[in-house]
């Protein structure tokens, strides 16, 4: 079964090309479930695989397959080629699991779209790609995906393209996304002189023998492409992307921005634990980032009125923590508190998308309120994921967040306290938006009152499905009992090799049991505190927001402002630029360049109209120039 | 006759002119009954290639199909065709492009037509006979043949406006260059002959020939300008703009997808197996000169307010990658190279294809003019959008295989060279994107936008071929790497055998007490070539 794991990304190119090639009259409920069919149809395969590699041996759990040579120049050798591990797996199940389910809400969702053949072609190719990256056995496979994804990305946050704001921000994703390719790109090159191979496993069996632990080569590796995962995660510096990108519509959020492709950053740092493991210096960097962006973009969430951005700092920010967890080590529990997200947040996207589907788009959620009664099962939806968000117990953010922290604290103090900090703030600003949309006084726009409607199921089931598993997917890694952590025991074999070089030098780490669950009951402390915070502040005394804001302006509008950042990155890089170019264009090229060749042109014909003169036809002239010549050589003999 | 010992390469080089003279016998107003036959052989010389590539022995380096016919013998002059994996899949993008130029300006050109096709048909077979000549006569007779019908088909179909302008700095440009490169030949000529005692034009008798390091020097600027005035590469780009705005489509296709081939060619088969030192010394400009014209030409390009001028300086850009790979004289660089130069040929082409499809429709090529058009032309759209990823160097698509391995060929030796290249590689998303949303995504904001009609069965004919081939190098790149690998080793060896000849024999004076000195050339020291002969 592991040798036909390529037909895991096969199937939605499949779809994408039955849809894309033949779809032109097909009624909207066939494209609708071949797109989903084909990506159903990937997961069954995925899971028969789950199955067969549970069943073998925890340390034999590798698997590469090779379809055909890609690329075979020189010393390069890139095959198509695919890597079936535990941690591929998980990302298989995920991708393929979760992105069905996206699939088939979006047939509900988009609905009467005119461009919804065009729609499910782009969602199915996109999850082709992501697949593709999630099991490409190289680097330069993983490329393939991850700028496929990327392409995706574009086409379908542009998707209403008609929309300047949505191809603006299409581009926008694109071209930041290059900005970290160019990182991933080199830190490729620098793979290959080293190792000469592209390929994971070759790669990890020759790194002790080609980098030197803590060595400035693969520290420089290691940072490069951690340039690409800030990229293509939205980190900071090159998130301002993700939050353009919910111009896409709401599936697109949910699947895209939140459960899967912003992930491949993680994923590629997971799967290059044992690399990263080797150079302390980038693991500090990749949790610092991921620690400060997990904290800024939590303050910017607290300030948005607009679900989706809210939703999208959110995502920011939970990255973050994914991030800060590799970059301490703890590489299982940020893919842990990834698949965790990935049903949470989707799950908070598409209900968030169900409540602009009955609002008849509304964003604002000034313009909500009291929604609870006409979207229940919208309403308890949305309820379950923040409660998963916010680590309430026993929802599944809970067990992958605590686990984050824990593992923080261990590393750093400082770590755990801007984790802890940043939890509050999500507590806060996810029950916030909780009151303001579903609770409290509607303050609907009549049009809007009017068209109210719960959505239909083929809408709200795929939301109560994802509700479940927010509410269960974090029983397979509960801590403290032993072999509770099925997750965790899972991964193992694929990080031990990094484990091994983490541990090496540090006396075997053994945590007590009573700072394990000081620290779980701190978390759901805060998280219980943004909860109170927030329903005191939007459901008990309405007018305390408008008086904080008040008394904090300066600080609001920064806040509110994004810090000016977008507005910064165009005055230093996309201004600068173009108006370099221009200068370039109208002074270098057409006054230089072409002024010397028109020069050459202008004396060349100035001197042929001026020797022109000389040529006159008149004998007599010629004459006198022949005397003039004769006297002038006789003279110079003469003188000489 | 066998089939294999048919003189096929004469077959494909010369088909077209069968063409062209047959035209001679129309009468000027049946236009459709020429633009078939034309078609018809255009069609035949890209069969006839075919049967090239069939007979091609793709593990073999040497040059294959070898044709020899004595042409001059008292001055050394002969009639020599040959082939190898570098100058292979130049000849099939140019026979591929054949038939669909001559497709493409079915409906575009309706004035002169019997010249128009004429021209076109001569133009192909100087065209391909530069790519396969082995004799630097014949070679120099290609290329300046195809000056003439490109320079009519600038100078009489091109925009009114300024279609002289542009056709006059068009061939003065390159006749600068190519008179240079003529002095430099004959110099190597007699040279050569002198210290052989034999005068010959064949280039294999001159490859084997070490050049002084003076000479060298001097005759491979001569070749250095002829050349990168044709790729062309900063700061000798100028007259591309002009005549790639100013030709009508075709002759932009034709121009962009081959002629600048011509250029970078003319380096990875004379300039540098020729004047290998002296090629090698000149690396570091080389290259810097490349990477300015990367990043030079993705900028410029950006602000350009006409598509077709946008197309022309991305050419500076993509061929700077081109002339980077090359001067990095490994294996991945020069196999990225040329795999560039065939992509830019498929990608460009098709882009200036598809504004010429607008151009038919709107008369205009003013980005500004635009907006919207996906709502209208959906189908046009799809095209757009595939070659448009192509040419940023998606991968899944050709212009990631060469990018790819023009930087890792590139990398291995000079990282730095690398990594500025690199960065030109997000200056081309900006570009092509921004050009692209601007042209095809908001709202349409001019009335005369509502009513096109999107493309037609002709035009998905033209476009369908490239998109096969743009589709195929990205998904399997060994049907062409193959081929070309023995010949770029071959390459890479001679070159490498060839320095350290001319090395030695510099290091060992025949006379004694001569000194190295500083030529004036500031840029090496070089022993006195007088004393050599």
Same mark, same amino acid.
């Given at each position: 079964?592991?040798?036909?794991?390529?037909?895991?990304?096969?199937?939605?190119?499949i779809?994408?090309?039955?849809?894309g090639?033949?779809?032109?009259?097909?009624?909207?409920?066939?494209?609708?479930?071949?797109?989903?069919?084909?990506?159903?149809?990937?997961?069954?395969?995925?899971a028969?695989?789950?199955?067969?590699?549970?069943?073998?041996?925890?340390?034999?759990?590798?698997?590469?397959?090779?379809?055909?040579?890609?690329m075979?120049?020189?010393?390069?050798?890139?095959?198509?080629?695919?890597?079936?591990?535990?941690?591929?797996?998980?990302?298989?199940?995920?991708?393929?699991?979760?992105?069905?389910?996206?699939?088939?809400?979006?047939?509900?969702?988009?609905?009467?779209?005119?461009?919804?053949?065009?729609?499910?072609?782009?969602?199915?190719?996109?999850?082709?790609?992501?697949?593709?990256?999630?099991?490409?056995?190289?680097?330069?496979?993983?490329?393939?995906?991850? #700028?496929?994804?990327?392409?995706?990305?574009?086409?379908?946050?542009?998707?209403?393209? #008609?929309?300047?704001?949505?191809?603006?921000?299409?581009?926008?994703?694109?071209?930041v996304?290059?900005?970290?390719?160019?990182?991933?790109?080199?830190?490729?090159?620098?793979?290959?002189?080293t190792?000469?191979?592209?390929?994971?496993?070759?790669?990890?069996?020759?790194?002790?023998?080609?980098?030197?632990?803590?060595?400035?080569?693969?520290?420089?590796?290691t940072?490069?492409?951690?340039?690409?995962?800030?990229?293509?995660?939205?980190?900071?510096?090159?998130?301002?992307?993700?939050?353009?990108?919910?111009?896409?519509p709401?599936?697109?959020s949910?699947?895209?921005?939140?459960?899967?492709?912003?992930?491949?950053?993680v994923?590629?740092?997971?799967?290059?634990?044992?690399?990263?493991?080797?150079?302390?210096?980038?693991?500090?960097?990749?949790?610092?980032?991921?620690?400060?962006?997990?904290?800024?973009?939590?303050?910017?969430?607290?300030?948005?009125?607009?679900i989706?951005?809210?939703?999208?700092?959110?995502?920011?920010?939970?990255?973050?923590?994914?991030?800060?967890?590799c970059?301490?080590?703890?590489?299982?529990?940020?893919?842990?508190?990834?698949m965790t997200?990935a049903?949470f947040?989707?799950?908070?996207?598409?209900?968030?998308?169900?409540?602009?589907?009955?609002?008849s788009?509304?964003l604002?959620?000034?313009?909500?309120?009291?929604?609870?009664? #006409?979207?229940?099962?919208?309403?308890?939806?949305?309820?379950?994921?923040?409660?998963?968000?916010?680590?309430?117990?026993?929802?599944?953010?809970f067990?992958?967040?605590?686990?984050?922290?824990?593992?923080?604290?261990?590393?750093?103090?400082?770590?755990?306290?801007?984790?802890?900090?940043?939890?509050?703030?999500?507590?806060f600003?996810?029950?916030?938006?909780?009151?303001?949309?579903?609770?409290?006084?509607?303050?609907?726009?009549?049009?809007?009152?009017?068209?109210?409607?719960?959505?239909?199921?083929?809408?709200?089931?795929p939301?109560?499905?994802?509700?479940?598993?927010s509410?269960?997917?974090?029983?397979?890694?509960?801590?403290?009992?032993?072999g509770?952590?099925?997750?965790?025991?899972?991964?193992?074999?694929?990080?031990?090799?990094?484990?091994?070089?983490?541990?090496?030098g540090?006396? #075997?780490?053994?945590?007590?049991?009573?700072?394990?669950?000081?620290?779980?009951?701190?978390?759901?402390?805060?998280?219980?505190?943004?909860?109170?915070?927030?329903?005191?502040?939007?459901?008990s005394?309405?007018?305390?927001?408008?008086?904080?804001?008040?008394?904090?302006?300066?600080?609001?509008?920064l806040?509110?402002?994004?810090?000016?950042?977008?507005?910064?990155?165009?005055?230093?890089?996309?201004?600068?630029?173009?108006?370099?170019?221009?200068?370039?264009?109208?002074?270098?090229?057409?006054l230089?360049?072409?002024?010397?060749?028109?020069?050459?042109?202008?004396?060349?014909?100035?001197?042929?109209?001026?020797?022109?003169?000389?040529?006159?036809g008149?004998?007599?002239?010629y004459?006198?120039?022949?005397?003039?010549?004769?006297?002038?050589?006789i003279?110079?003999?003469?003188l000489? | 006759?066998?089939?294999?010992?048919?003189?096929?390469?004469?077959?494909i080089?010369?088909?077209?002119?069968?063409?062209?003279?047959?035209?001679?016998?129309?009468?000027?107003?049946?236009?459709?009954?020429?633009?078939?036959?034309?078609?018809?052989?255009?069609?035949?010389?890209?069969?006839?290639?075919?049967?090239?590539?069939?007979l091609?022995?793709?593990s073999?380096?040497?040059?294959q199909?070898?044709e020899?016919?004595?042409?001059?013998?008292?001055?050394?002059?002969?009639?020599?065709?040959?082939v190898?994996?570098?100058?292979?899949?130049?000849?099939?993008?140019?026979?591929?492009?054949?038939?669909?130029?001559?497709?493409?300006?079915?409906?575009?050109?309706?004035?002169?037509?019997?010249?128009?096709?004429?021209?076109?048909?001569?133009?192909?077979t100087?065209?391909?006979?530069?790519?396969?000549?082995?004799?630097?006569?014949?070679?120099?007779?290609?290329?300046?043949?195809?000056?003439i019908p490109?320079?009519?088909?600038?100078?009489?179909?091109?925009?009114?406006?300024?279609?002289?302008?542009?056709?006059?700095?068009?061939?003065?440009?390159?006749?600068?260059?190519?008179?240079?490169?003529?002095v430099?030949?004959?110099?190597?000529?007699?040279?050569?002959?002198?210290?052989?005692?034999?005068?010959?034009?064949?280039?294999?008798?001159?490859?084997?020939?070490?050049?002084?390091?003076?000479?060298?020097?001097?005759?491979?600027?001569?070749?250095?300008?002829?050349?990168?005035?044709?790729?062309?590469?900063?700061?000798?780009?100028?007259?591309?703009?002009?005549?790639?705005?100013?030709?009508?489509t075709?002759?932009?296709?034709?121009?962009?997808?081959?002629?600048?081939k011509?250029?970078?060619?003319?380096?990875?088969?004379?300039?540098i197996?020729?004047?290998?030192?002296?090629?090698?010394?000149?690396?570091?400009?080389?290259?810097?000169?490349?990477?300015?014209?990367i990043?030079?030409g993705?900028?410029?390009?950006?602000?350009?307010?006409?598509?077709?001028?946008?197309?022309?300086?991305?050419?500076?850009?993509?061929?700077?990658?081109?002339?980077?790979?090359?001067?990095?004289?490994?294996?991945?660089g020069?196999?990225?190279?040329?795999?560039?130069?065939?992509?830019?040929?498929?990608?460009?082409?098709?882009?200036?294809?598809?504004?010429?499809?607008?151009?038919?429709?709107?008369?205009?090529?003013?980005?500004?003019?635009?907006g919207?058009?996906?709502?209208?032309?959906?189908?046009?759209?799809?095209?757009?959008?595939?070659?448009?990823?192509?040419?940023?160097?998606?991968?899944?698509?050709?212009?990631?295989?060469?990018?790819?391995?023009?930087?890792?060929?590139?990398?291995?030796?000079?990282?730095?060279?690398?990594? %500025?290249?690199?960065?030109?590689? %997000?200056?081309?998303?900006?570009?092509?994107?921004?050009?692209?949303?601007?042209?095809?995504?908001?709202?349409?904001?001019?009335?005369?936008?509502?009513?096109?009609?999107?493309?037609?069965?002709?035009?998905?004919?033209?476009?369908?071929?490239?998109?096969?081939?743009?589709?195929?190098?990205?998904?399997?790149?060994?049907?062409?790497?193959?081929?070309?690998?023995?010949?770029?080793?071959?390459?890479?060896?001679?070159?490498?055998?060839?320095?350290?000849?001319?090395?030695?024999?510099?290091?060992t004076?025949?006379?004694?007490?001569?000194?190295?000195?500083?030529?004036?050339s500031g840029?090496?020291?070089a022993?006195?070539?007088?004393?050599?002969?």
């Amino acid at each position: 079964m592991t040798d036909l794991v390529w037909l895991i990304p096969l199937f939605p190119l499949i779809g994408f090309l039955i849809n894309g090639l033949f779809g032109r009259s097909f009624p909207e409920k066939l494209i609708g479930w071949i797109g989903s069919g084909s990506v159903g149809a990937s997961f069954v395969v995925a899971a028969l695989i789950f199955v067969e590699l549970v069943g073998m041996e925890p340390a034999s759990r590798s698997l590469q397959k090779v379809v055909y040579t890609w690329m075979l120049s020189g010393d390069l050798n890139v095959p198509i080629g695919f890597l079936v591990d535990p941690l591929s797996m998980v990302m298989l199940l995920v991708v393929s699991g979760v992105g069905c389910i996206i699939h088939i809400y979006s047939i509900g969702y988009m609905h009467g779209e005119v461009g919804f053949r065009r729609y499910f072609c782009y969602l199915n190719l996109f999850v082709f790609a992501m697949l593709i990256l999630v099991s490409a056995n190289n680097f330069l496979l993983m490329f393939v995906g991850w #700028e496929g994804v990327g392409l995706c990305s574009y086409l379908l946050i542009g998707y209403y393209y #008609e929309k300047k704001s949505a191809s603006d921000a299409g581009k926008k994703a694109f071209v930041v996304n290059r900005v970290g390719d160019f990182g991933f790109l080199l830190g490729i090159f620098l793979i290959f002189v080293t190792f000469g191979t592209l390929t994971f496993t070759d790669i990890f069996a020759a790194a002790p023998q080609k980098l030197t632990q803590g060595g400035e080569l693969v520290t420089l590796i290691t940072l490069l492409l951690f340039v690409g995962a800030t990229g293509k995660s939205a980190q900071i510096p090159l998130y301002t992307w993700l939050p353009d990108a919910m111009e896409g519509p709401t599936p697109v959020s949910a699947l895209i921005h939140a459960a899967t492709m912003v992930t491949a950053g993680v994923y590629m740092v997971a799967r290059l634990s044992l690399l990263y493991a080797m150079a302390p210096i980038s693991m500090t960097v990749v949790a610092v980032i991921g620690g400060a962006t997990a904290f800024y973009a939590a303050t910017i969430g607290i300030t948005q009125f607009d679900i989706k951005r809210v939703l999208a700092y959110s995502t920011i920010s939970q990255l973050g923590y994914m991030f800060m967890a590799c970059g301490v080590g703890a590489f299982a529990s940020g893919i842990f508190h990834l698949m965790t997200h990935a049903f949470f947040k989707a799950l908070l996207f598409m209900a968030a998308g169900s409540v602009m589907h009955a609002l008849s788009g509304e964003l604002d959620m000034r313009r909500m309120g009291g929604l609870k009664k #006409e979207l229940p099962h919208t309403h308890w939806t949305y309820l379950f994921g923040t409660l998963a968000i916010a680590g309430i117990v026993p929802f599944a953010g809970f067990f992958s967040k605590d686990e984050i922290l824990f593992y923080a604290f261990e590393r750093n103090a400082g770590f755990w306290i801007i984790g802890a900090v940043a939890a509050l703030m999500t507590s806060f600003y996810m029950f916030r938006s909780v009151f303001m949309t579903f609770y409290g006084r509607p303050r609907l726009t009549p049009e809007a009152a009017h068209h109210l409607h719960e959505s239909p199921p083929i809408m709200t089931v795929p939301l109560m499905v994802l509700a479940v598993l927010s509410l269960i997917g974090g029983f397979v890694g509960i801590p403290i009992f032993e072999g509770w952590h099925k997750f965790g025991e899972f991964l193992a074999p694929v990080f031990a090799p990094a484990q091994k070089v983490l541990k090496a030098g540090h006396a #075997e780490g053994h945590h007590s049991l009573a700072l394990e669950l000081i620290l779980m009951g701190t978390s759901l402390a805060i998280a219980i505190v943004g909860w109170l915070l927030a329903k005191w502040m939007y459901l008990s005394k309405p007018d305390v927001p408008d008086r904080v804001i008040d008394e904090f302006k300066g600080l609001h509008t920064l806040v509110y402002n994004k810090y000016w950042i977008d507005e910064l990155y165009d005055f230093l890089f996309v201004n600068s630029i173009v108006n370099f170019s221009r200068f370039l264009w109208r002074r270098f090229d057409d006054l230089v360049i072409d002024g010397i060749v028109n020069g050459v042109a202008s004396i060349t014909l100035a001197w042929g109209r001026g020797l022109r003169l000389v040529q006159t036809g008149l004998v007599k002239d010629y004459a006198l120039s022949i005397l003039f010549g004769v006297v002038a050589v006789i003279g110079y003999l003469v003188l000489r | 006759m066998e089939f294999s010992s048919f003189p096929w390469l004469t077959f494909i080089t010369f088909v077209p002119s069968v063409g062209a003279i047959l035209l001679l016998f129309f009468r000027r107003d049946a236009h459709t009954a020429m633009r078939a036959v034309a078609l018809v052989f255009m069609l035949a010389d890209f069969v006839g290639s075919l049967a090239v590539y069939g007979l091609f022995n793709p593990s073999s380096g040497a040059m294959q199909l070898q044709e020899f016919r004595e042409w001059v013998p008292t001055w050394g002059i002969a009639y020599k065709l040959g082939v190898d994996g570098i100058s292979l899949f130049l000849v099939l993008l140019t026979t591929l492009l054949g038939p669909i130029v001559i497709l493409a300006s079915w409906e575009d050109i309706q004035y002169r037509v019997k010249e128009f096709l004429v021209s076109l048909l001569v133009l192909q077979t100087g065209m391909i006979g530069v790519f396969l000549a082995l004799d630097l006569f014949l070679f120099y007779v290609f290329w300046e043949i195809m000056l003439i019908p490109m320079y009519l088909l600038i100078g009489v179909w091109g925009n009114p406006a300024r279609r002289l302008y542009a056709a006059i700095k068009f061939v003065l440009y390159t006749i600068v260059g190519s008179l240079l490169m003529l002095v430099a030949i004959l110099a190597l000529y007699f040279m050569a002959g002198k210290a052989n005692g034999v005068y010959t034009f064949d280039l294999f008798k001159l490859y084997e020939f070490a050049v002084p390091l003076k000479a060298q020097f001097w005759m491979f600027l001569a070749f250095f300008l002829a050349f990168a005035i044709k790729v062309p590469m900063f700061p000798f780009h100028t007259w591309l703009p002009d005549a790639h705005t100013e030709a009508p489509t075709v002759g932009s296709v034709v121009l962009a997808a081959v002629l600048l081939k011509m250029g970078t060619y003319g380096f990875i088969r004379f300039a540098i197996p020729l004047f290998p030192n002296a090629a090698l010394d000149a690396t570091w400009w080389i290259c810097w000169l490349s990477l300015i014209g990367i990043i030079y030409g993705a900028w410029v390009a950006m602000v350009q307010p006409d598509v077709k001028r946008l197309v022309a300086f991305s050419s500076v850009s993509h061929l700077g990658f081109v002339m980077l790979g090359m001067f990095a004289f490994t294996v991945e660089g020069v196999e990225g190279s040329i795999v560039q130069m065939v992509n830019h040929g498929l990608s460009t082409g098709a882009l200036f294809l598809l504004v010429g499809m607008i151009y038919e429709r709107r008369h205009t090529r003013l980005i500004a003019d635009f907006g919207g058009l996906s709502k209208v032309m959906p189908l046009y759209a799809v095209f757009f959008m595939i070659f448009t990823l192509s040419s940023i160097g998606l991968p899944g698509l050709n212009g990631f295989i060469g990018e790819f391995l023009v930087l890792l060929g590139t990398f291995k030796v000079h990282p730095w060279y690398a990594v %500025i290249a690199a960065s030109g590689v %997000i200056f081309a998303a900006v570009y092509m994107l921004w050009m692209f949303q601007r042209v095809m995504f908001g709202e349409i904001t001019n009335p005369k936008n509502l009513g096109l009609k999107d493309i037609g069965a002709r035009e998905v004919a033209v476009l369908t071929p490239i998109l096969i081939f743009v589709v195929w190098i990205g998904v399997y790149p060994n049907t062409f790497l193959r081929p070309m690998e023995p010949s770029v080793k071959n390459f890479l060896q001679m070159v490498d055998k060839k320095k350290t000849v001319v090395l030695e024999m510099e290091q060992t004076p025949s006379l004694p007490g001569v000194k190295t000195v500083a030529s004036s050339s500031g840029a090496r020291p070089a022993a006195d070539v007088t004393v050599q002969e």
